[in-house]
């Protein structure tokens, strides 16, 4: 599990999946088999290298149709928490 809790990049802003919830969002849990579809910018540059590197060495010889899975380790990726809000700090040159 990698969780960031703070960094110049901007989660809520890249994310293109609108959420019918009027909260306004503290904390993403990203969903590693759609993060491609859910992010643009530089928030999908960084998952892209983060799960490159979190599936170095995994396997996934699952069989969905025969109700068999198996897989080296599961990898979640969260910016922040639900107790512990993910900080964006922006960074300019």
Same mark, same amino acid.
Request: net charge negative; charged share 25%.
């Given at each position: 599990?990698?969780?960031?809790? /703070?960094?110049?990049?901007?989660?809520?802003?890249?994310?293109?999946?609108?959420?019918?919830?009027?909260?306004?969002?503290?904390?993403?849990?990203?969903?590693?088999?759609?993060? /491609?579809?859910?992010?643009?910018?530089?928030?999908?540059?960084f998952?892209? /290298?983060?799960?490159?590197?979190?599936?170095?060495?995994?396997?996934?010889? *699952?069989?969905?149709? *025969?109700?068999y899975?198996?897989?080296?380790?599961?990898?979640?990726?969260?910016f922040?928490?639900?107790?512990?809000?993910?900080?964006?700090? *922006?960074?300019?040159?």
């Amino acid at each position: 599990m990698l969780t960031i809790r /703070e960094g110049d990049i901007d989660p809520f802003t890249d994310f293109v999946v609108t959420c019918p919830d009027p909260q306004p969002a503290t904390y993403i849990n990203v969903n590693p088999y759609h993060y /491609e579809r859910h992010f643009d910018g530089r928030t999908l540059d960084f998952l892209t /290298e983060a799960f490159a590197v979190l599936n170095n060495g995994n396997h996934d010889r *699952s069989d969905i149709m *025969s109700d068999y899975f198996d897989v080296g380790w599961y990898v979640d990726v969260l910016f922040g928490k639900w107790n512990r809000p993910y900080r964006y700090n *922006s960074v300019t040159v």
